[in-house]
């Protein structure tokens, strides 16, 4: 149990066009959703928090203009890279907790998306 | 905010050597504690998590992880490493009732056959 899924796993786009990326809870209710950047032989780094049905909380230093999360449903969360540019090139990772069966504070990790913008 | 810190970005090892990981986190109250593991092209996996009781905690694959309270530390061991334990292993921390998972920068684990 406790899958997460993301689509696509990768992509190519030129500069100036937009990108989506969708996450998806499997087989469990995600109230919560998190986005991540993970630059080569580097860290994850939190870029946002998805809630279900509210606005996301951006971390500092990301772009909300740039970077739309929609959480539309207790298991879909989609971020859009709107007009992305060669340095928006990166592998995005999705993160999703479930909040049932006593393992709120865990998050479970999507396969990733691969990001290259020419 | 908390932060973590990992040491030691690379590192190889023969097999049926014993490994251990540091992990040091900054945050003064009370935190939950995972390691995770990316096995080449795979994702994310949870080794295993400390919420709390026993310090000492015990994963898959013959891992484990003791957090001492009193160094801010959690780091991870294994008795033994095999070839597919080869990976990158990261220590993450949240602040009970936070969200938010702030990530070491990984260790890049190379077991030689």
């Known amino acids: 149990g406790a899958v997460v899924s993301q689509h696509p796993s990768w992509v190519i786009c030129k500069s100036g066009t937009s990108v989506k990326i969708e996450c998806r809870s499997l087989?469990?209710?995600?109230?919560?959703m998190f986005w991540y950047r993970q630059f080569p032989k580097q860290s994850l780094m939190l870029m946002a928090t998805?809630?279900?049905?509210?606005?996301?909380?951006?971390e500092q230093g990301v772009e909300k203009d740039k970077f739309l999360i929609n959480h539309a449903s207790l298991t879909l969360s989609t971020l859009t890279v709107t007009s992305a540019h060669p340095e928006d090139s990166s592998f995005y990772i999705c993160s999703a907790r479930d909040l049932g069966g006593g393992r709120s504070y865990e998050q479970y990790f999507g396969p990733g998306t691969r990001l290259t913008v020419t | 905010a908390q932060s973590v810190s990992q040491h030691n970005h690379h590192v190889i090892l023969s097999e049926a050597a014993s490994l251990e990981l540091g992990c040091n986190y900054s945050y003064g109250g009370t935190v939950n504690l995972f390691w995770y593991v990316q096995y080449p092209g795979q994702h994310l996996q949870l080794l295993l998590k400390y919420f709390s009781g026993d310090p000492l905690v015990k994963g898959i694959k013959g891992f484990e992880a003791e957090f001492i309270k009193s160094k801010f530390s959690f780091n991870l061991r294994k008795p033994s490493v095999q070839w597919s334990d080869t990976a990158e292993y990261f220590c993450a921390v949240n602040a009970r009732g936070n969200n938010r998972l702030a990530f070491g920068k990984g260790n890049q684990v190379v077991v030689i056959p």
């Open positions: 998805s809630n279900e049905g509210s606005k996301a909380t951006y």
């Open positions: 087989d469990f209710q995600a109230t919560t």
